[in-house]
Structure formats: structure tokens, C-alpha cells
């Protein structure tokens, strides 16, 4: 017997989370051994065992479910894992490699592990809204509210909770110290339904004798400015905070303490105003002396007005908060008449921290932010609208400072500086802010642009992963569904991803309509909801093909790459609520171009079947239909051109999707969901595609969307395949996809036999492509291909939209060539496109069972490819023409003549047609 280790231990797929939200909590470990029996033990803070799984003859390691007695609520609980591993199943038919010989079994004890309650157990009962003044101090804008409550402890505890949350984003201190490190806590959720409460480990900022909670409460997402329209108040005009504080001590004593009306004293200070897209103007005169500790007079501050929290909305935290993630210092900064003009060299969503000399009091220093200069190197601001200043303000107060905005961010790459008699580089520095997830893939190959491309993705990943998955950071930081949808698949290969999306997923449950429409944003306010009643065109669309199938798609994709059922458990009913829509509408509705009473009885059956009308965003910015045109002119050609195909292309898709979630659940709609997904496709063919496998609309985009969703018949995929490439190469292997096509275009050309136009494309350097935006100096990617037009040009147009980063997703697949055979990596195939035109790749993804990482290095003929594979993966390796199985560990080999064996292959394929 050896001690064999399991490491990483997880809940809910997190490290050592405080607090988990789940009644049944899922623990995920990783052996470093082929694991063929565990056993969980669960014991609760008494050390009374909960849950005792018993051996459990099983390889799995990953979010395995809590069975026992429901967990205390509050209660800290340990975990432990055994886990037992045999010789013989190692070899895994592998014939080469490294894998470690272990001996016939292992049963090592793991550390255990604590974690905290499983059901959060604060009563929080009422919403504290400050009294002070809260009359615009200027023009549209508040003060932020300072709150503090004093209390007497007779000694320190051994532990302490607090759990806080807030209609508005707060920041709270103990002990004079920040609680936490997040911020802009509790973050974006549609509040009107649930407000997620954070909880946080205060213990060791209380002491024996006073003690102050001070609080600081902004505006937020909750009243501040937000979305496409940048209104204000979308949620509520006032803000509010609640909290509570669980002690225990010593002697087995505890204590709750709660803000009341009497022991809670509002007033305001350095925070004049601050808004989400205005900016913030942060007073340092205005700060009151000593307000976050003890004997601090508040007596002149008012009392505060308490109104009972409806406890229903209130859910716990779930995921990562958001917090400063990374510093990047200003690479130039040069004084221009205007002021002074940092460059980071990387357009981010964050803010500036500067350090400033003592400047006289009252003076004003106001930093801009700006994700692009014009292409004289001037000032210019790309985002339009009102409300999205986007400008800091700092009042001095004759001492120096160090300063940095605290309830506000931005979309910027430059920072233009005034009021400042001179700034150096070391003054200023920008600071990166987003939810914090674990990074866990990388991506680089042999070619700098590639490489760029890739970072580009990740940047746009990060800026946009902010608290909820945003369109931009700048302009609309809206939870666009059909972005995300997009986007997931790549996003998972940078991060897990797997807790955050499935947060954002939990808002847009609570947001779908009760007729089963899935909002375009989410969080959608009640704002929102208003709006879109009273708009017509695409300001009214409320659902829409390709966004709103984000309910099916996006839990599919966190069901591949992590292989996590219970999100297809949590959003299953809602995918037939939307189904339910689609099929109603389908039924209701023909299409303008149809009048009823001409149609054929066979028609008229499909078209019931077919969900066809309705406004939608349709293959939303397809470059040719923007060519040329400016924007609020070309923005409606791609909806009014594309939609009636695009909308039950995808509903097919949902289809599909439903009923493979149903065949997981085992539930038993699955056969019917498959056979009105068949029927749906044959109807959509019968309508749509010609006899040689045309569309009847001739873009990029329907071909990719038609071969990616399976919506050509088999027979005609070759035939339409080759239109696609027809159609790619009059645009001279340029891109002509819109935001919803995107993600299929290369792979559809791939499947269909023209692997090289694939490759073409993503190596294009002129635009609209991919390296055009490298090569103009992108360090994100851009919302539209023209952002920066070949002429030098620039549009006011978001820098930083990750919709059409999702071939980064091809890059790992196909360029590296890892792609997920079953869920969450329990199987993969590594395929390496060798003829992907470079010479070097290396590339990683972390998997629920560890990472899978794959180099390969081509000279003369030669291939080289080192794959690594963690235990409890099997791997197949595909290289020239060979599939050899892979076991764990380290695998080298190397491959010659690969241009011959190719030929050959090439040849043999000949002779088989
Ligand atoms: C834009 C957003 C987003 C897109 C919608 C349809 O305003 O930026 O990217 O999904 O419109």
C-alpha cells in the first residue's frame, strides 16, 4: 500500500469557498491515480459524521452530490476523501508514455477540508437607507451615503460572519479595515427578483470592547446609469444595505448583531456623486475625520429610515466576486494642450489609480478615459451617448494623495489627466477589474499575431466577465444573451467559467416572461421591460432567435466542458418554456411575405411548425450588410434580411439541445422533443433549401448557421458546403459573418472538405478579419471590423466585444487540437491540424479532472507532439493518419515523412470514392 494523494479539492467547483448556497453541495477532488473506488465523509462542526457515502466503486472525481442529513444551516463542515486506485487499470491501452506504476491499492486520507454553511443562515430584516441629504448635489447626480453602527463586544470572538448585501454597491470596513477584498459588491443581478448576499470572514477585525461597521453605499447597477440608454434608476431611485453579524465566542456564546433604526447614523462625505458610467467626483476634503473608527462623533448625522426586506430575493452569493484582478502601468504619458494623456497600452474595464502631489485645496484633477485616440493620435471618445462620461473627478484637499475610484468603472486603454501640473508614468496606473475566476487555459503558438489574437480574447474576456457576462464595458455593460451564447464555448477553454455563467444563468431564469420568453439582457429591469413595450422596430424586441436560445445553449456548453448535470437540471424546464413560445408563435404566425390563403395545405403544415416571424437581431452585423452604409442606416439590414432563417434554425437547435438535456435527465420528453426537432428541420428544408442546397439568402452566415445547426438535409451538406466556399471566396476569403454565424463558419467549411478556405480565413490579413484587427494595433476584440477602418478611420464603436473572439474556440479545437469527446473531458480527442501554418503550438485546458496539454512542433517533415493527460481522462491522439490511445501522464512522440503520409492518405481516401 502507498499513500497516494488527492489534491484540489472542490465545492461547487470552487477551492475552499466560505460559504456555499447549494442544499446539496457537489465535491470535486482530483487523483493522481487511476481512481476506481471513494468514499466522502461529511461531518458536521460537532464532528458528528453527516454523510458517509460508503466505498462507492467509481472513477468519478468530479461533482459528486451531498446525500447525507441536511447540513446545519451556519455551521462550518469538514470534508474528507478516500479514494482508491488499482494497478491494472492504469495501462489503459496505452502503449508508450509515462504513466506511473502504482501499487494494487491506495486509500489515502486527504486533508480535510472546511468550508462553511451550506444554507446561509441570516434572517436580514430590514433595508437601512441613509438619511442624509440626498438632494443632487450636482446636476443628475447623489452623494454616496456613509453609514456606521458602533457596538460593544465584552470580548473578541473565535468567529465571526458577516453577511451583507445592498440595493445599490457598498463598501464596508471593521476594524478600520476593509471587509473583503471584492468589490462593487453584491454585483449586477436582476434585483427585482433576487440580490445575492456576500459573506465574508470578519473575525479577526473585531476586537474587545467598541467596535464600528462603517459603510460606504452607492448607486450601482441598482439606481445608477446602466444599458443601452444609460437611464438611471432602472431598479430603484433610493439606495439601501443590509447586514448582519453572526459572533461566536469562546464559552460557546453567540451573538447577532443587526442595524437598527436607533444604532445606525447616516451621513456624507468624499463621494460627491458617483455613477457607474458619469463617473465618480471623490471630495478629499469632505472626508470626516476618523468615521470608520471608534469615538467618532456621528452625533450631527441623521438617523436612518428602516423598511423590512422581502427575505425571497435574497440569494446567496454564487461564484467569484468581482475584484482588482491585475495593475497595468501607463507605458507613455505625454502632455498634450488638453492634458495630459497616459497610455497602458491595453484596453481594460477598470479605473485609474493615481498618486498626486499636494495639490491646493478645491482644486479639480479629472481623468477621461477613452479606449482609442483618432489617428492623429487626439483625443477621441468612442462610445456615444449621454450619461457615458466615463470621467473621474478628484478634489483636493491640499494633502498628497494616492487615489482611486471606488464605486465606478470604465472601457478605456488612455487616460487623459488635467489639473495636474505634470504626470509621470509612475503616477498613474490602471487598474483591472473583473470576477475573479480561475484562469485556467493557455494558448501560444509559433506566430506572434495568432498569439495577439488569442490574448486579444482573453482581455475582452476579462473586461467583459464583470460581474455579470457583458457586451462591452464601456458603452452598454448589458448581459446580452447572444453574446454570451457565442461566446461560452471559448470562454471556458480561457477560465472556469463554470460558477459564474451558471450565476448569470440563475438571473436570466428569473427574468424569463411568464409566456416563456427569454430577455435579451439579463439582468432586464423593470426599465427595461417598459421600454421595450413602448418601442417599436428592434428597441421592441423583448426575445429573439439566437439570443434568447442562450437558455439551451449556454447550459449545454458548461455541460461539455465541465460535465455538470445539475445545470441542465436547473435550466431544463425553462428550455421548454421558451420551446413552448417558439411552438406557439409557430403555430400563430405566417410570415409577411406569405398571405395565408395561397398556401398549399403541406405548406401551410410546415409553416405551422416553422418559427419564422417576429422581429429579431437576425446574423447581427454581417459586414457586407454594413459596407459602406453608417451605422443607425445599416444596423436594420442583417435583422430584416436574415431573421426569418435565422429564427427556426436555431429553434431547431433548441430542439436538439432539449432533447439531448432530456435524455441526460432522463426525462421523458426526450423521443418527442427529438421527433419535433426532425420535424421541424424537414419543414425548415422543404421551405427553405433548394433541391441542390441553396438558401435563399445568398450570405456567408446562413450557410455556416444552416451546416453548424443541422438544418441541411444530409444529402445536400456537400452541395451547400460548397456554396459556403463559393461565397467565401468571392469575398476573397473575408469574412461575411454576423455576430450568431460566427462561431460556425470555420468549422462548417472544415466539415464540408475545405479545410484550406478554413484556414484562409483565419489567416486573413485584410479586413473584415480576424488579423486585420491584430495588425491595426487591437488589443481586445473589436465590436465591428470596421472599429478601425483601413483608411485609419475610426467609428464610434466598442473596442471590446467578445462575440466574434469565439474563434478562440477553433484555435484550441482544431490549431491545438483538443476538443471534448464527453462531458467535461471525460473523453477527448487530440487532433492537431499540422498543416495550421505554424511551426509551434502550445496549449492547455483545465478539465474537472486536471489539465490537458498539448505541444506539437513541426520541422522538416517532422512532427513532435508531447500531450499530457490527467487520470480519469481518456485521450485518443490523431496524428498523421495514427490514432493511438493515450493513459495518463506524459506521452511524447515524434512523427517523420508527415507530407508523405499525408499524400498518402490523401491517395488512399482517392481510391475508396
Ligand atoms: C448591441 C449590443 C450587443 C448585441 C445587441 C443586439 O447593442 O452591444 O452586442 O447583442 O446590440
Known amino acids: 500500500m502507498t499513500q497516494r494523494s488527492c489534491r484540489d479539492l472542490r465545492v461547487e467547483h470552487l477551492c475552499r469557498p466560505l460559504a456555499v448556497g447549494a442544499v446539496s453541495p457537489r465535491f470535486s477532488w ?17 464532528g458528528s459524521v453527516t454523510w458517509d457515502s460508503g466505498r462507492v466503486d467509481s472513477s468519478e472525481t468530479s461533482l459528486v452530490a451531498y446525500a447525507g442529513t441536511p447540513l446545519a444551516a451556519g455551521a462550518d463542515f469538514d470534508w474528507r476523501v478516500e479514494s482508491w486506485s488499482r494497478d491494472s487499470v492504469l495501462d489503459g491501452g496505452s502503449t508508450f508514455g509515462t504513466a506511473p506504476d502504482l501499487d494494487a491499492w491506495s486509500a489515502p486520507w486527504v486533508e480535510p477540508v472546511q468550508v462553511s454553511a451550506v444554507v446561509e443562515r441570516w434572517s436580514l430584516l430590514d433595508w437601512i437607507r441613509g438619511g442624509g441629504p440626498t438632494a443632487p448635489v450636482e446636476e443628475r447626480l447623489r452623494p454616496a451615503n456613509l453609514l456606521r453602527q458602533a457596538f460593544v463586544l465584552d470580548e473578541a470572538p473565535v468567529r465571526a460572519r458577516l453577511h451583507m448585501t445592498a440595493r445599490g454597491v457598498y463598501t464596508a470596513w471593521l476594524g478600520g479595515e476593509r471587509v473583503g477584498d471584492e468589490v462593487l459588491a453584491p454585483g449586477f443581478d ?42 438611471s434608476a432602472q431598479f430603484g431611485d433610493r439606495t439601501s444595505v443590509t447586514w448582519e453579524l453572526h459572533a461566536a465566542f469562546a464559552d460557546g456564546r453567540t451573538r447577532v448583531i443587526r442595524p437598527g433604526a436607533t444604532d445606525v447614523r447616516s451621513g456624507t462625505g468624499p463621494w460627491r456623486y458617483t455613477d457607474l458610467f458619469v463617473g465618480e467626483c471623490y471630495d478629499a476634503r469632505a472626508l470626516p475625520d476618523g468615521w470608520r473608527e471608534p469615538g467618532f462623533d456621528d452625533r450631527a ?115 487623459r489627466v488635467r489639473g495636474v501640473d505634470e504626470l509621470r508614468p509612475e503616477d498613474v496606473v490602471a487598474v483591472v477589474l473583473s470576477s ?47 453574446d454570451l451564447q457565442v461566446f461560452a464555448p471559448a470562454a471556458a477553454n480561457n477560465a472556469l467559467v463554470a460558477p459564474f455563467v451558471s450565476r448569470w444563468l440563475d438571473n436570466l431564469r428569473s427574468d424569463q416572461r411568464s409566456d416563456g420568453r427569454v430577455t435579451i439582457t439579463s439582468p432586464y429591469s423593470p426599465f427595461d421591460a417598459e421600454a421595450a413595450e413602448k418601442a417599436t422596430g428592434l428597441g421592441g424586441i423583448v426575445a429573439a432567435a439566437g439570443w434568447s436560445d442562450a437558455i439551451a445553449i449556454v447550459p449545454w456548453t458548461l455541460y461539455e466542458r465541465y460535465g455538470d448535470v445539475r445545470v441542465l437540471e436547473d435550466n431544463y424546464d425553462a428550455v421548454l418554456a421558451w420551446i413552448g413560445f417558439q411552438t406557439r408563435t409557430a403555430a400563430d404566425e405566417l410570415p409577411a411575405t406569405l398571405a395565408a390563403g395561397d398556401l398549399s395545405p403541406e405548406r401551410r403544415a410546415r409553416q405551422a411548425l416553422l418559427y419564422n416571424t417576429g422581429e429579431h437581431f437576425g446574423d447581427w452585423l454581417t459586414p457586407s450588410t454594413m459596407e459602406g452604409r453608417p451605422t443607425h442606416e445599416a444596423i436594420g439590414i442583417a435583422p430584416a434580411l436574415t431573421s426569418e432563417l435565422v429564427a427556426p434554425m436555431f429553434q431547431a437547435h433548441t430542439l436538439t439541445l432539449a432533447s439531448r438535456m432530456a435524455e ?25 433549401v433548394s433541391a441542390d442546397g441553396g438558401l435563399p439568402v445568398r450570405l456567408q452566415g446562413m450557410y455556416a448557421l444552416a451546416l453548424g445547426l443541422g438544418t441541411i438535409p444530409d444529402d445536400l451538406r456537400e452541395a451547400a458546403g460548397d456554396r459556403l466556399a463559393e461565397l467565401v471566396r468571392e469575398r476573397g476569403s473575408r469574412l461575411d459573418t454576423g455576430f450568431l454565424s460566427m462561431p460556425y463558419l470555420l468549422d462548417a467549411l472544415w466539415d464540408t472538405g475545405h479545410r484550406d478556405l478554413a484556414r484562409a480565413v483565419q489567416w486573413q490579413s485584410e479586413a473584415p478579419s480576424w488579423l486585420s484587427q491584430v495588425d491595426r494595433g487591437a488589443t481586445t476584440i473589436w465590436e465591428t471590423w470596421d472599429a478601425i477602418a483601413p483608411d485609419g478611420t475610426i467609428r464610434a464603436m466598442s473596442f471590446n466585444h467578445y462575440a466574434f473572439g469565439c474563434v478562440d474556440d477553433w484555435l484550441f479545437r482544431r490549431v491545438a487540437g483538443i476538443t471534448p469527446t464527453a462531458p467535461g473531458y471525460r473523453r477527448v480527442r487530440i487532433e492537431p491540424d499540422l498543416d495550421a501554418g505554424v511551426t509551434r503550438v502550445d496549449a492547455a485546458v483545465g478539465t474537472p479532472y486536471g489539465e490537458i496539454a498539448v505541444v506539437w512542433r513541426r520541422a522538416q517533415g517532422t512532427v513532435t507532439v508531447r500531450v499530457t493527460v490527467p487520470f480519469g481522462v481518456e485521450a485518443t491522439l490523431v496524428v498523421a493518419g495514427e490514432t493511438v490511445p493515450l493513459g495518463p501522464g506524459t506521452t511524447e512522440r515524434a512523427w517523420d515523412r508527415v507530407e508523405e503520409r499525408a499524400r498518402d492518405r490523401a491517395d488512399e481516401g482517392a481510391e475508396h470514392v
Do not use: M
Open 190 to 231: 436582476s434585483y427585482a427578483h433576487r440580490i445575492s448576499v456576500q459573506t465574508y470572514d470578519v473575525t479577526r477585525q473585531l476586537t474587545a470592547g467598541e467596535n464600528v461597521l462603517a459603510v460606504a453605499l452607492a448607486d450601482g447597477w441598482w439606481a445608477g446609469r446602466i444599458g443601452l440608454t444609460g437611464s
Open 301 to 415: 448625522w441623521t438617523p436612518v429610515v428602516q423598511r423590512g426586506v422581502d427575505a425571497r430575493a435574497l440569494v446567496p452569493f454564487r461564484g467569484e466576486p468581482v475584484r482588482r484582478v491585475q495593475e497595468v502601468p501607463a507605458r507613455t504619458v505625454r502632455a498634450t494642450p488638453d492634458g495630459w494623456i497616459a497610455d497602458f497600452g491595453q484596453v481594460i474595464a477598470g479605473r485609474v489609480r493615481l498618486t498626486l502631489p499636494a495639490l491646493p485645496a478645491g482644486s479639480r484633477v479629472v481623468v477621461e478615459h477613452t479606449e482609442t485616440l483618432d489617428s492623429d493620435g487626439s483625443w477621441f471618445v468612442n462610445i456615444a451617448g449621454i450619461n457615458k462620461e466615463q470621467t473621474d473627478v478628484f478634489v483636493a484637499d491640499g494633502e498628497e494623495a494616492e487615489w482611486e475610484p471606488e464605486f465606478t468603472f470604465h472601457g478605456f486603454r488612455y487616460a
Open 664 to 688: 441526460v435527465l432522463n426525462r421523458p420528453e426526450a423521443a418527442g422533443l427529438a421527433a419535433r426537432a426532425a420535424r421541424v428541420r424537414e419543414a425548415f428544408a422543404a421551405e427553405y
Open 436 to 482: 475573479d475566476l480561475e484562469q485556467t487555459g493557455r494558448f501560444s503558438t509559433s506566430d506572434a499575431r495568432l498569439n495577439r489574437l488569442h490574448e486579444n480574447v482573453v482581455w475582452s474576456q476579462r473586461a467583459n466577465f464583470l460581474s455579470i457576462p457583458t457586451d462591452c464595458p464601456q458603452r452598454e455593460r448589458a448581459g446580452w444573451t447572444g
Open 30 to 46: 482530483i487523483a493522481d491515480h487511476a481512481q476506481t473506488a471513494y468514499r466522502l465523509v461529511v461531518t458536521d462542526a460537532s
